[in-house]
C-alpha cells in the first residue's frame, strides 16, 4: 500500500498556485491529564491523555514572516474514546499579504480542514469511537492580541462563524483514499444552537450540503452525540458532558454541580448502597440532557444577543456500532481501582492547555515573554514540526498571548520572534516548512464548490451566501428565480397566465386597479 501524504504534500496540493506559506507546528506528547467526563457515582475517574496541536501559518514580508493564522486543538485519549476538541482559531486579518485573486476560495478555511482531516486520520483506531468537538463563539481575538486594531481584520458575526465551521468540518466528514490504517468508519455530524428551531439550524449548513440528499443524511441539525458516546447507559447526565477549556456548557455543569442531591460517594469508603429510590450524582432542575440545553438557551453566553454553536462529527468503525453496549453500571459496587481525588480537587483542576491568557501561576515569578532551552527533551519531526513537554508548550503558547499584531511591523517583529524563541527552546533553529500552493485555476473552481464558497483578500468570507437571502451589506435579496419579471404587451398573447400581467391594469391617476381580461370571465349560464 502507498505511504500516506504528508501532512505539507496535503497542504500544498489544496493551497492555490504559486502563493507560498511557512508552516510551524508545535505540538506535545500524549501525557496524563484530568479525565473530561465526571466518573460516575462509586466509579474512578477513566485513565485519559492528553496531547496539544498548534499550527501557526505564515506569510513572507520584506524578508521576514508575518502570522496570518493559527489553530489550537487538544486531543483526549482513553480506552473507550478519543476526542479532538478544536480549542482556539485566530487570524491576525493580514492575508493580504499574499495578493490572492478575487473569488480564490479562502486558504484558512482549507487549511482548517485539511489540519483536523490529518489529525483525524492519524489517530482513528478500529476499536474505539472517535469525535471531533468544537464550539464557535465570534470574538474580537482569541490568539493575536492587538490583532482587532488592524482594519484589514474581519471578524465574522455569530452566524457566520458557525457557518464557516460548518464549512469547516464538511470535509472532514468525507471518506480519505490515504487512509493507510484502513479504517472503514460510519461518520456523522450534529449541530446545536441554543435558541434556534429545527428551521434555523438548516441555515447554518453549506448549501451544496443542504441540495445533496447524500450529504445532508450526515448531518443532524438540532441534536447532539452525548448518548452515542460509548457511554455507561444508566450514568447520571452530569457523567455524559465533558468538560472542555473556556466551554460554555462545562461552565454551566460546574455550577449545576453545586445542587446535586447527594455529592459523589467517595469509592474507597463506599459500601453499602445507596437509598432505595435515590440517584446519587443527579442534578435537581435538570433531569435529562434535552432539558440541558432548553436551559443553555438561557445562559448569558447563548441569550445575550449572539449565538453559541457546538458542532461534533462521530467517526464509529464498523462493527464497534453492532457490539454489545458497555454494561450498566452498578453505583453501590467496589471499585478494583485506587480511589480518584474528591469532587472539589476534581473541579479546581485544569486541563494542561488554558483557553485564556495566563495571569498568575506557580512560575509567575519568571518573565512569561522569556522562553527557556528544552534541547534535552524536545525533539524535530521529519517534516520541521517541534513536539515539547507540556509546560514547556504552556510557556511557548504564553509567549504568544503577550506579543502584539496591531499594525503589520508590529506584527512582522512579534511572528519572528516567537518563531525565534520557540525554535531556542526546542534547540532547532529553522524550524517549520515552506509550502508551495499546486492548486491551479479549474481546480480551484472546484474546491471551491466543496467548501462551500467565499472570497478572501480584504473581503467579508462566509456572509453573502447563495441561498441565505442575505448579503454582506446585509440587506434582503431575492434570488433570480423569485424574481418576476413585467411581459410586454403582445407577449404571451391567449396565455391566461399572462393577461393580468400584459393587459390587466387599468391607471387612474396614481391609483393602480387591477381587472380581469374577458377570457377569465365566467358567467352564470342561463336556466330556461
Not at 112 to 137: G, T
Amino acid at each position: 500500500m502507498p505511504n500516506s501524504p504528508t501532512l505539507p504534500s496535503k497542504l500544498a496540493a489544496s493551497l492555490p498556485s504559486p502563493h507560498k506559506f511557512t508552516i510551524h507546528h508545535l505540538s506535545t506528547p500524549p501525557t496524563p491529564s484530568p479525565a473530561i467526563y465526571s466518573a460516575p457515582p462509586a466509579q474512578v475517574p477513566e485513565k485519559t491523555k492528553c496531547e496539544s496541536h498548534f499550527l501557526s501559518v505564515s506569510a513572507p514580508h520584506n524578508g521576514s514572516q508575518v502570522q496570518l493564522f493559527a489553530l489550537e486543538v487538544l486531543i483526549y485519549t482513553t480506552t473507550t474514546l478519543i476526542t479532538i476538541f478544536v480549542s482556539k482559531a485566530d487570524s491576525t486579518g493580514y492575508i493580504h499579504l499574499l495578493k490572492l485573486p478575487k473569488g480564490t476560495p479562502s486558504p484558512l478555511r482549507t487549511i482548517s480542514s485539511i489540519f483536523l482531516s490529518h489529525l483525524v486520520e492519524s489517530h482513528q483506531r478500529k476499536d474505539r469511537q472517535l469525535v471531533v468537538s468544537l464550539f464557535a463563539r465570534a470574538q474580537d481575538q482569541y490568539l493575536f492580541p492587538g490583532s482587532i486594531e488592524n482594519s484589514g481584520k474581519h471578524v465574522l458575526d455569530d452566524r457566520g462563524l458557525v457557518k464557516w465551521w460548518c464549512r469547516v468540518l464538511e470535509p472532514v466528514l468525507q471518506p480519505s483514499s490515504h487512509d493507510e490504517k484502513n479504517t472503514t468508519s460510519t461518520v456523522k455530524a450534529y449541530l446545536r444552537v441554543p435558541g434556534c428551531d429545527l428551521h434555523e439550524h438548516l441555515s447554518f449548513f453549506p448549501p451544496h450540503v443542504r441540495s445533496s440528499p447524500t450529504l445532508r443524511a450526515q448531518w443532524h441539525p438540532s441534536r447532539d452525540p452525548l448518548l452515542l458516546l460509548n457511554r455507561p447507559p444508566n450514568a447520571p447526565e452530569r457523567c455524559l458532558i465533558p468538560r472542555f477549556p473556556d466551554d460554555p456548557k462545562s461552565r454551566f455543569v460546574d455550577e449545576l454541580d453545586e445542587e446535586l442531591t447527594e455529592p459523589p460517594p467517595d469509592p474507597k469508603k463506599h459500601k453499602e448502597s445507596p437509598s432505595k429510590g435515590k440517584r446519587p450524582g443527579k442534578w435537581r432542575s435538570v433531569r435529562s440532557l434535552e432539558e440541558f440545553w432548553e436551559m443553555m438557551a438561557f445562559r448569558q453566553e447563548c441569550s445575550s444577543g449572539r449565538l453559541v454553536g457546538f458542532l461534533w462529527a462521530v467517526f464509529t468503525p464498523e462493527g464497534l456500532a453492532t457490539s454489545s453496549a458497555p454494561p450498566k453500571l452498578d453505583f453501590a459496587q467496589k471499585p478494583s481501582l485506587p480511589p480518584p481525588s474528591t469532587t472539589a480537587t476534581e473541579k479546581s483542576q485544569q486541563p494542561l492547555a488554558s483557553s485564556s491568557p495566563p495571569t498568575s501561576s506557580s512560575s509567575s515569578t519568571k518573565d512569561p515573554t522569556v522562553v527557556q532551552s528544552n534541547s534535552e527533551t524536545a525533539f524535530l519531526d521529519r517534516h520541521g514540526g517541534v513536539t515539547l513537554p507540556q509546560k514547556h508548550y504552556t510557556r511557548c503558547i504564553s509567549l504568544l498571548l503577550h506579543l502584539d499584531y496591531a499594525t503589520l511591523a508590529i506584527a512582522a517583529e512579534s511572528s519572528m520572534r516567537w518563531i525565534e524563541d520557540v525554535g531556542i527552546c526546542a534547540g532547532r533553529e529553522g524550524w517549520g516548512w515552506d509550502v508551495v500552493g499546486q492548486m491551479k485555476g479549474a481546480g480551484l473552481l472546484g474546491l471551491e464548490g466543496a467548501m462551500g464558497g467565499g472570497e478572501v483578500g480584504g473581503r467579508k468570507e462566509g456572509m453573502g451566501e447563495v441561498g441565505t437571502g442575505v448579503e454582506a451589506g446585509g440587506a434582503n435579496v431575492l434570488d433570480a428565480g423569485l424574481v418576476r419579471k413585467k411581459k410586454r404587451a403582445g407577449d404571451g398573447e391567449g396565455d391566461a397566465g399572462s393577461a393580468i400581467g400584459a393587459e390587466g391594469r387599468a391607471m387612474d391617476g396614481d391609483t393602480v386597479v387591477n381587472v380581469l381580461s374577458t377570457g377569465l370571465v365566467r358567467k352564470k349560464p342561463k336556466i330556461k
